[in-house]
């Protein structure tokens, strides 16, 4: 069973973006722009999944201390089962006064010829993404 990290909603813009949708303020499957949020918009969107570092366009600043230095890792673990998945998780940390910011979840896996990688971070966000082990990939193959 997995212990469950401290996440502080008090230190981010935006509690566990959606970078995969096109307005951070639309919740999962919500696809459209809305015009209060074109500024903000762009800062989500994407499909990047970090295995180490932060996405601090995000990070308001500590609510601890009030720092808003480059945050650090703490209690990092990876994991790799016999499968071969990679998991890596780790609590992103003001450097400061150690306070704890938001758990970051990271996995990595090879399936069927693709690279699969998923996030999942208060700070960070959510994200996926597929990429396939060939030079071409087979899903961007004109069909005729």
């Known amino acids: 069973k997995k212990k469950k990290l401290p996440m502080c909603k008090a230190c981010v813009h935006e509690a566990m973006p959606d970078r995969a949708s096109n307005c ?6 919500e696809r459209s722009i809305a015009s209060h949020c074109s500024l903000t918009c762009p800062f989500f969107q994407g499909s990047t999944c970090l295995e ?3 996405y601090l366009i995000n990070f308001k600043g500590c609510a601890s201390c009030q720092a808003v230095d480059q945050l650090t890792e703490s209690n990092r673990e990876a994991q790799e089962d016999e499968d071969g998945e990679e998991s890596i998780e780790f609590v ?12 970051h979840s990271y996995t990595f896996a090879v399936e069927d010829g693709f690279q699969e990688y998923t996030m999942q971070c208060l700070l960070c966000g959510r994200a996926a993404d597929t ?13 005729f």
């Open 24 to 29: 951070c303020s639309l919740g999962a499957g």
């Open 131 to 143: 990429v396939s082990v060939l030079p071409q990939d087979p899903r961007k193959q004109a069909f």
């Open 92 to 103: 992103h940390t003001c450097p400061r006064c150690q306070h704890a910011v938001a758990k």
């Open 52 to 54: 180490k570092g932060a």
